[in-house]
């Protein structure tokens, strides 16, 4: 992957793939990046909660404030 020059360049990249947004209460939400702003704040398609790894609940579309958010990374 091409090395991003700024944080939004990497979402940018991102956008409309898988991702793992975890939370600052420690939990995960794993979605399909549909859009994001300055404020790191995120709107994920088909997003699921995630405890130890297994699916809680389905979501559908969630929006997740950027000041909740710990980590953002690819889904496996």
Request: net charge positive; hydrophobic share 40%; aromatic share 2%.
């Amino acid at each position: 992957m091409e090395s991003a020059s700024r944080p939004l360049d990497a979402l940018n990249k991102a956008r409309n793939k898988r991702i793992i947004v975890e939370l600052k209460n420690n939990k995960q939400i794993v979605g399909k990046l549909e859009a994001f702003d300055i404020h790191i704040n995120v709107v994920l398609n088909d997003a699921e909660e995630r405890v130890d790894g297994e699916v809680k609940r389905k979501l559908g579309t969630v929006f997740v404030r950027g000041d909740t958010i710990t980590i953002i990374s690819p889904a496996e």
